[in-house]
């Protein structure tokens, strides 16, 4: 039981009002005068004519109360005070003809509520001879009852926390909105559609306005996407797995480039001067007997989840290939390669590299250095998650 500290009447543990006075359990109460005796027990309450007492109805919030209570335990309204409250207005009619069910409840409880309100004693608002001052009864005008009930507003650390996670697959951009961010699936459908405004768009594991927390290869807050006249800025957030942009033409490769071709990711190194062809080997006026040396000029290092580099593969050809069946470079066991998927052509005059995409399913996508302009159609990947950059009335 919980004991009242206004009047020491003693109420079930569910109760958040006193049941004899009103006074609301658990809140911080001032301490009373150290003269104030203790508060006798309220007169007994007369007994009903028709045996036990019925729970009453409150009239401010409509719920069923606890027998012999003259306060509702759900929000402190005196039960008292039914009667001096407006008359409610008259329910709509039945389609049937009549007060509908609805109405006819409605009226029954607040008839009832009445009723009961008006057969309560008062022992409150006329206090016994013998009761202390200090919890002399005032008229109750509370303010901060509805208070503690009300749904507090959300903290803004959690109202950050979480971002919506976008319109369902087919729904329209909204109006203002620069382009659509679309979700590519395993099977190749859309998924989920982000709508990009005018402002900076972060993406991101666990920061930013799109949260992908299913994905362990984003960083925290992982690439930003800036709305541009032609386009949108893709820039990378010093991620650790970076972004990769699908190619749509050939690039120019460059030391220490990140190539994904299905699911094989490699490193593209320009050998320096030291690792050049040094020419045919002697041993004691002997040449050394063994494969014939090329001019090799590059090297790709397969680079596995561990974090370092496992198969080398130097480039020496005028065109390197890289398949799943044909090709200089062959990667049986990859399901997501095509047969034949890219190729490196070797300008020797020049020492220069360029990486075109030979038509494959999957496609051939590069790492970004920094930020990269993409336009309407264009495709690029974080983690696991593969993307589209859809715009109203362009052509991709």
């Known amino acids: 039981m919980i004991t009242c500290p206004r009047c020491n009447t003693p109420n079930p543990p569910h109760m958040r009002f006193c049941n004899n006075c009103g006074f609301q359990l658990g809140a911080v109460q001032a301490p009373a005068p150290v003269a104030a005796p203790v508060a006798p027990q309220p007169a007994a309450r007369p007994a009903s004519p028709y045996g036990a007492q019925p729970a009453p109805v409150c009239w401010r919030c409509r719920s069923l109360g606890e027998s012999g209570a003259d306060f509702c335990k759900f929000c402190g309204a005196r039960y008292a005070d039914a009667a001096q409250q407006p008359a409610a207005a008259p329910a709509p009619a039945s389609p049937f003809g009549g007060p509908g069910p609805a109405s006819n409840v409605a009226s029954a409880i607040a008839g009832y509520g009445q009723q009961v309100a008006q057969a309560a004693p008062q022992p409150i608002a006329q206090p016994q001879p013998i009761a202390p001052q200090p919890i002399a009864p005032q008229p109750i005008a509370p303010q901060p009852i509805a208070q503690p009930i009300a749904p507090q507003p959300m903290p803004q650390a959690m109202a950050t926390a979480h971002v919506d996670p976008g319109p369902p697959l087919g729904a329209v951009a909204p109006r203002g909105a620069h382009g659509t961010l679309v979700a590519i699936l395993k099977d190749g459908t859309d998924g989920r559609a982000y709508p990009i405004v005018d402002d900076p768009t972060d993406v991101g594991r666990t920061e930013g306005h799109i949260l992908l927390g299913d994905d362990p290869y984003l960083s925290p807050r992982h690439v930003r996407l800036v709305p541009r006249p032609d ?156 993307f589209r950059y859809d715009r109203p009335g362009a052509s991709a």
């Open 231 to 386: 386009g949108i800025l893709v820039r990378d957030l010093d991620s650790i797995n970076g972004v990769y942009v699908r190619l749509r033409e050939p690039v120019e490769l460059h030391d220490g480039d990140m190539i994904l071709l299905g699911q094989q990711l490699v490193r593209f190194e320009v050998l320096p001067e030291t690792e050049l062809p040094l020419g045919p080997a002697m041993h004691r006026g002997v040449l050394v007997f063994g494969t014939p040396e090329v001019a090799r000029l590059a090297r790709l290092v397969q680079y596995t989840t561990e974090g370092v580099g496992r198969d080398v593969h130097y480039i020496y050809r005028d065109e390197t290939v890289i398949g799943r069946e044909q090709g200089d470079v062959v990667c049986t066991d990859d399901p997501f390669m095509s047969r034949r998927h890219a190729a490196i052509a070797l300008d020797r005059s020049q020492r220069r590299f360029v990486l075109r995409d030979l038509g494959s399913s999957n496609g051939t996508a590069i790492r970004i250095r920094g930020e990269r302009m993409l336009r309407a159609g264009d495709q690029f990947r974080i983690g696991r998650h593969l």
